[in-house]
T-cell receptor, first 111, second 112 residues
């Protein structure tokens, strides 16, 4: 019940396309859902996060869509760029609690 | 600059030879933790610490030890490393009641 399942494991998108990464969770007590971005040789860094009281959050080209009833959330990267090539992790936690990470998605954006 | 610093960044060691990976943060964060990253498994928590002298096991604590004698430092100790501990390790910190976790740049550890 503590797991966060992420898919796909890898994703190849053409420049300018839309990248979509999906996550599902079981624990309805989770109230914080961040996405982390990791470039090669670097640690993960917070990209965008959402709380379950909203269904969507947008920051620039990055959007989180949240479906509370389905217990799913997804990251959409619009107009994907080669510089977006990285590993993306979804995560979930309860307030002040442990962050549970998904398995990660390696995104490659082809020029 | 706010950061989490871990050392060494790269290490190759032999089975059974004790090693320590240091971690230091300059953000005065109460909470610190260690993760290992393995392909297809994501980031799994090894140990965490809510404050000085307070540590607890994460999801994969076997074969590891930690200590928290000072607020800024949280070393990870492998008393007798084995090849299955070959991995990429991350130290992280956050405020006690905060949600945003800040990661170090990672330590690649190979045990042969």
């Amino acid at each position: 019940q503590q797991q966060v399942k992420q898919s796909p494991q890898s994703l190849i998108v053409q420049k300018g396309g839309i990248s979509i990464i999906n996550c599902a969770y079981e624990n309805t007590a989770f109230d914080y859902f961040p996405w982390y971005q990791q470039f090669p040789g670097k640690g993960p860094a917070l990209l965008i996060a959402i709380r379950p009281d909203v269904s969507e959050k947008k920051e620039g080209r990055f959007t989180i869509s949240f479906n509370k009833s389905a217990k799913q959330f997804s990251l959409h990267i619009m107009d994907s760029q080669p510089g977006d090539s990285a590993t993306y992790f979804c995560a979930a936690s309860m307030r002040g609690g442990k962050l549970i990470f998904g398995q990660g998605t390696t995104l490659q954006v082809k020029p | 600059e706010a950061q989490v610093t871990q050392n060494p960044r790269y290490l190759i060691t032999v089975t059974g030879k004790k090693l320590t990976v240091t971690c230091s943060q300059n953000m005065n964060h109460e909470y610190m933790s260690w993760y290992r990253q393995d392909p297809g498994l994501g980031l799994r928590q090894i140990y965490y610490s809510m404050n000085v002298e307070v540590t607890d096991k994460g999801d994969v604590p076997e074969g590891y030890k930690v200590s928290r004698k000072e607020k800024r430092n949280f070393p990870l100790i492998l008393e007798s490393p084995s090849p299955n501990q070959t991995s990429l390790y991350f130290c992280a910190s956050r405020q006690h009641s905060g949600n945003t976790i800040y990661f170090g740049e990672g330590s690649w550890l190979t045990v042969v």
